[in-house]
């Protein structure tokens, strides 16, 4: 995750970092620990984005 700070104080454009491969990719959308780091206390622990090529491919949980 990558964030660009505003002129609003605690605001921030936040862009997502893909992982890409021949599959599609994978991004985290959204991290505790990151939002902490920049002064942001979340009540959403992680979530993520997932995008694939071709219907029906399988990615497995790490």
Known sequence: ??????KLENAYIIDIQKHQDQRGFFA?????????????????VQTNISYNHV??????MH
Do not use: D, S, Y
């Open 1 to 6: 995750m990558i964030f660009h700070e505003t």
């Open 28 to 44: 985290r959308a959204w991290c505790q620990n990151e939002f902490e780091a920049h002064g942001l206390v979340p009540r959403v």
């Open 55 to 60: 219907k029906g491919t399988l990615r497995g």
